[in-house]
């Protein structure tokens, strides 16, 4: 148990470093991409920053001293801070991948008020789960919390997989895998919910908040370099082509 608290608390500063690093490297990759593509790399590298900002808060709370009661102390339900602002900008930037013209804007709106829509029913579900006596209420916040989770699912599996259908090749891998990180990434977090709902073990917190550090950091990143990668293979394209045009 001591090993699992310590592994934890430095998981935190893992995190936080890795974030602060991704920032650096999105931020630097900026200029190398076509004009149309800088600004996915600019809020990848914006959420990262937040995300390290918060994790050093975070990792001031928990400590690296292998004490329990500073990872117990923590309050679950500040993530949703950092989730509220980032997972919005994390979306945004697939559809600046996307390039979405004015007319499917609405479905953007969309799948961004269904995120939102989650991350605020999941922070009244955490709150009212650390509250005695509202157990209920806990659960109805985060079924809603579900339905706005499927909702985004729906809309990036139909409506948004046709708008990608038409892009070229690097773009549709990118969507590709950044649904797949959707869909998988972030089914962690219900979970979590789920099992801390059931089991109130103390070793089972932390481990809720290791496998939390572990998931936010593969996912705020990993999605950011795929959509740094395809940027990357249009502005090649398009820079060769342009090359063989001037020959």
Known sequence: MAELVLITQYTFVVTMLGMAGAS???????????????????????????????????????????????LLALPTHIRYIDWLITTPLMLVNLMILLEVTAEKQGVAIVIIAADIAMIVFGFFGERFANTPGMTFEAWVMFSLGMLAFILLLYMLYSTLAEVAKDKVVPVRRAFFNIRLFILIGWSIYPLGFVFGMLGDADGFKVARELVYNISDLVNKVGLGLIALIAAKEITRDIQLKRAMRDI
């Open 24 to 70: 650096v490297f999105f931020w630097l990759e900026r200029d190398t991409l076509e004009a149309n593509f800088r600004s996915a790399a600019t809020i990848a590298g914006i959420y990262t920053a937040i995300a390290a900002t918060m994790y050093f808060r975070m990792s001031g709370v928990v400590g690296t001293n292998g004490d329990i009661q500073g």
